[in-house]
């Protein structure tokens, strides 16, 4: 499996919340070598194997944050609003795509420096004042766009020192990517424990895939894969974790402590690179849903550190998506041993 094409190829595929069908279309695509599996009414792509007295849950989010139509203005301009927790900083001025009747390029609108008035380049940013720029006039827009049509960052994709990689949409593809290495490094070991598989949509807004996933699923333990908030130049060391550090295991008052530590233990009695990411409270992913659905899932959090989040330039480093796959896999085979016992 090469890994930086699969994180490459997931990421260009379109789906922002509530919409995720390019998107889930390939990811149904690729787990189907491993699982048979669905698109359910939600939008997610959800699958199971196995019959095991053990039933264990692997999500991340299919979605992606990115903008929607709301108007067309009198001159042709396309006017937006937010899809998710978009970073408004690292929109004016940015490439877009228009997903319309067909895929148009665009520019969000921007103001030169020379222009600004007053104070204004100091003020906030407001989605609101922004507008996509296509080129049309109102006419040959509105045969081209609906509103409700979505819009997405234009990423350019490219290799860093290293193992690093940089693109948009990494944040959560990067993980679906984790979860099918982990497939992958145990096809045909599994035979006594029960494993769904689950990439949700709607995270980035309310979380509903994940909700309904593993409600519709109710496994007994379920691991719900993330990205973490990857170290930079800028933020405080104890809040970060690590490029190339290893598989990131979340600590935090929503999640199993048992299962925690069991990861923990088993990253090192297999001696795989792992890190510590503590929260003093909810994780803000999916784990936070997962884990009291039904009667109760215990769940345990495991994140890809990720550098520059909700932007078209995220980074991560390959060798955290390979070691982040190895501690499931590993995880997966220790269940299928208990079983078998």
């Known amino acids: 499996m090469d890994l930086k094409q699969l994180c490459f190829s997931l990421a260009q595929k379109a789906g922002t919340s509530g919409d995720e069908r390019e998107a889930a279309e390939y990811a149904k695509e690729l787990l189907s070598e491993y699982i048979p599996c669905e698109i359910d009414r939600l939008g997610s792509v959800r699958g199971t194997m196995g019959q095991g007295s053990v039933h264990i849950l692997l999500d ?12 067309i203005d009198e001159k042709g301009f396309l006017l937006i609003d937010k899809v998710g927790g978009t970073d408004l900083r690292v929109l004016t001025g940015a490439e877009v795509t228009v997903h319309g009747k067909e895929k148009l ?46 819009v997405t960052l234009r990423c350019h994709q490219c290799e860093l020192a290293g193992d690093k990689i940089s693109s948009g949409v990494l944040d959560d593809r990067c993980c679906v990517a984790v979860i099918l290495r982990a497939l992958e490094m145990t096809k045909g070991q599994l035979n006594n424990i029960k494993v769904s598989v689950l990439f949700s949509s709607q995270e980035e807004t309310n979380g509903g895939g994940a909700k309904t996933g593993a409600y519709s699923l ?5 691991i719900a894969v993330d990205v973490g908030f990857g ?14 550090g290893g ?17 923990i233990n088993l990253a090192k009695e297999k001696n795989i690179p792992y890190q510590n990411d503590v929260m003093g409270s909810r994780t803000g992913t999916n784990a936070d849903s997962i884990n009291v659905t039904g009667s109760g899932v215990k769940t345990a959090l495991l994140s890809v550190p990720l550098r520059y989040m909700h932007t078209g330039s995220e980074i991560i480093s390959l060798s955290d998506i390979e070691n982040t796959a190895r501690l499931i896999a590993q995880y997966l085979l220790k269940k299928e041993a208990e079983c078998n016992a």
């Open 60 to 71: 991340a989010h299919i979605d992606q944050i990115g903008m929607v139509v709301r108007a």
């Open 105 to 150: 390029f665009g520019v969000i609108s921007s103001v030169p420096p020379h222009l600004q008035k007053g104070d204004s380049s100091k003020e906030s940013l407001d989605i609101k004042t922004m507008a996509v720029d296509i080129g049309y006039d109102k006419d040959s827009a509105e045969k081209l766009v609906e509103i409700g049509d979505r």
């Open 218 to 222: 109710m496994p007994d333990l379920a």
């Open 231 to 244: 170290d930079d130049p800028y933020t405080d060391k104890t809040q970060t974790v690590k490029l190339g």
């Open 247 to 263: 598989a990131s295991i979340g600590i935090a008052p929503t999640l199993d402590r048992a299962m925690t530590n069991e990861l």
